[in-house]
């Protein structure tokens, strides 16, 4: 394995084996696999579609294009492509070389890619030209003249100065396959606290991954899965995802964004039968089926997770969009729960699924670290098949979110229901999450403090009914005077390489901030007096 990755221990390794959880299959691969599928539809975009045949062409031509440029078995990449063919091919592509792609979100700027560069050692950023108006390649400059392990970037689209994607294209030739207990590639963490952390995920556990999601979500051939949230992120990877729709010989659809205006006229051109979203887009989607005009009808199942979904909008998936729900949680570290397809309907409007494998193990703990019982809120410990063991190159953080036994810390409050159903009640970590985009609070805590008109700065969610929550930056000003107002903090921060969704909803100025017996920033109180002021409009 990987240097600075954490090993399943042997004899975990072996029992997984032996479960037939993790076989040999490794990622990637699978158009290649299966000449069958030749001269099936795999890909559909608003503009092309490929074949299987297409696909594993692209795949083994960028994977030859990219051992020609001396990227190869370990190396890390940094991905961060749109919804787009070129994302698919590359991933493929790396795959197959058994080089890593570090799976960055489009929304990160200068700041994330920064760190993730720092962090994972990446050799190559591939990204795209521009999109929505920001240009990637004067970031990728910028990133590539802080980062000096930074030797090679790809742009898909009008390269600048750098090397086009396109480019990157050679004949296929032969390479060894990599091993299937090979970290395959690194997805972010979603729901730590400070600087990004990386999850190595291997081909044995991820491919189980995908066989087994697929499965609950009855995902096969006959299948078409919309890709409508960015594909990077682990949800619309492999859960079952792009990655895991592809594995089963279905069509993998690529929307450029989940708004109803890209995502519906897809649905109804490609008869897109599943496809996965996050809460505060389900309201937006259950308005527009009542008005816009495109056929919804082939549209089996819609996935929601990333964020808790209340059981009202839940309740109105059914009719609003005519297709079955399913709720999901989960974590780019591994565990997945979903509601099953013939779970009664009261458990799949309120909770949040149980444990994807028969593999998982799941304990529930009181702050003393005992189990509590069924229906009492604790904190999610757990480790199976596809549950990672330790963040990358993170020894100190790895010896505080994992048990001596190999549980991950989870930091999500949960309760069980006697069915083995989960609800979601809290978090004990430190992380906003505005409607399934996470703002680790000390991150941006350090942000704020470095600006000079700012004495004390601590981050709280506050709640919101569009988005679940709102990231609150409560500030202590350095000079009485002047307090900084909102747009002047954010503005100060997009300016240093902040994404935009990091930056704070919602300011309230303090004189102090009150402080817990042990003189920690006491969020409870700060979070309850924040609410109170936006309430009574003291908010700037
Ligand atoms: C997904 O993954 P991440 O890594 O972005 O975030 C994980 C965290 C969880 O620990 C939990 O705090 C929260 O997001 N979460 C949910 C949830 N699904 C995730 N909280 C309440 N209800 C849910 N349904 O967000 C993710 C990964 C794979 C599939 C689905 C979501």
Same mark, same amino acid.
């Given at each position: ?11 975990t ?7 037939g ?6 990622l990637?691969?699978w ?5 069958g599928?030749?001269a ?8 092309? &579609? ?7 062409r692209?795949?083994e $031509? ?12 370990d190396d ?5 492509? !749109? ?12 795959? $197959? ?21 720092e #962090? ?11 999109v ?15 980062? *000096? ?14 090397t ?10 032969t390479?060894p396959?990599?091993?299937?207990? +090979? ?5 972010? *963490?979603?729901?730590?606290t ?5 999850? !190595?995920?291997?081909?044995a ?6 066989? =087994? ?15 409508a ?14 990655l ?12 450029? *964004?989940?708004?109803?205006? +890209?995502?519906?006229?897809?649905i109804?051109? =490609?008869?897109?039968?599943i496809?996965s979203?996050?809460p ?8 527009a ?7 919804l ?6 996935? #929601?997770? @990333? ?28 565990l ?9 309907q009261?458990?799949v ?19 003393? @670290?005992?189990?509590?019982? &069924? ?9 199976? !098949?596809?549950t990672?063991? @330790? ?17 991950f810390?989870?930091?999500? #409050?949960?309760? *069980? ?12 970590? +430190? ?21 000079? =008109?700012?004495?004390?700065?601590a981050?709280?969610?506050v ?8 990231t ?5 000003? $350095?000079?009485?005077?002047?307090p ?12 240093? @390489? ?10 309230v100025?303090f +004189? ?6 042990v ?17 009574g409009?003291?908010?700037?």
């Amino acid at each position: 394995m990987l240097e600075n990755c954490v090993p399943w221990p042997d004899e975990t390794a072996d029992a997984y084996r032996e479960a037939g959880y993790w076989t040999d299959e490794v990622l990637g691969r699978w158009p290649a696999d299966d000449p069958g599928r030749a001269a099936r539809c795999a890909l559909v975009t608003a503009e092309r &579609t490929l074949t299987y045949a297409e696909l594993d062409r692209a795949a083994e $031509r960028r994977a030859a294009g990219l051992l020609d440029r001396g990227i190869g078995r370990d190396d890390r990449v940094i991905v961060q492509l !749109p919804n787009d063919i070129d994302l698919v091919v590359c991933t493929l592509a790396l795959l $197959r070389i058994g080089a890593l792609p570090v799976f960055a979100l489009p929304a990160h700027r200068t700041m994330e890619i920064v760190d993730l560069v720092e #962090v994972s050692g990446a050799r190559a950023y591939v990204g795209a030209d521009v999109v929505l108006g920001h240009d990637f390649r004067l970031m990728a400059t910028e990133v590539r003249s802080r980062c *000096s392990t930074l030797t090679e970037v790809f742009i898909a689209g009008e390269p600048g100065d750098f090397t086009a994607l396109a480019e990157v294209d050679a004949e296929p030739r032969t390479t060894p396959p990599p091993e299937p207990g +090979d970290v395959a590639m690194f997805l972010l *963490s979603g729901g730590t606290t400070g600087k990004p952390k990386l999850i !190595p995920r291997t081909h044995a556990d991820y491919a189980y991954q995908l066989r =087994a999601s697929a499965e609950v979500c009855d995902v096969g051939p006959h299948s078409r899965l919309l890709a409508a949230l960015p594909v990077g992120h682990n949800f619309p990877l492999g859960c079952p995802g792009v990655l895991g729709v592809l594995r089963a010989g279905g069509v993998a659809v690529l929307s450029p *964004s989940p708004s109803p205006d +890209d995502c519906f006229s897809l649905i109804e051109s =490609a008869g897109v039968t599943i496809t996965s979203l996050v809460p505060p887009m389900v309201p937006l989607w259950l308005e527009a089926a009542e008005w816009m005009p495109e056929d919804l009808s082939s549209l089996q199942v819609l996935q #929601v997770g @990333g964020a808790r979904l209340d059981p009202v909008t839940a309740g109105r998936v059914r009719e609003g969009l005519d297709c079955r729900l399913q709720q999901v949680y989960g974590m780019a570290e591994g565990l997945l729960n979903f509601t099953r397809l013939d779970d009664p309907q009261d458990l799949v409007l309120t909770t949040q699924g149980r444990p994807l494998s028969p593999g998982d193990e799941i304990r529930i703990v009181g702050p003393d @670290g005992a189990e509590v019982g &069924t229906g009492e809120p604790g904190e999610l410990l757990t480790r199976g !098949p596809y549950t990672f063991r @330790g963040y990358y190159r993170a020894p100190g953080f790895n010896r505080v979110r994992f048990t001596g036994d190999g549980f991950f810390r989870t930091g999500d #409050v949960v309760l *069980s229901r006697p069915t083995g159903h989960l609800e979601v009640v809290g978090r004990i970590n +430190d992380v906003v999450n505005r409607g399934g985009e996470k703002v680790p609070a000390q991150e941006l805590e350090e942000l704020l403090m470095t600006m000079p =008109a700012v004495a004390g700065a601590a981050v709280v969610a506050v709640p919101d009914p569009d988005m679940g929550e709102l990231t609150c930056a409560c500030i202590v000003p $350095r000079g009485a005077e002047h307090p900084p107002a909102l747009h002047e903090i954010r503005s100060a921060l997009t300016e240093r @390489g902040v994404a935009g969704f990091k930056l704070p909803d919602r300011l309230v100025v303090f +004189d102090r901030l009150p402080v817990t017996a042990v003189g920690k920033i006491d969020k409870k109180t700060l979070t309850a007096r924040a609410v109170a002021q936006l309430i009574g409009g003291g908010a700037r």
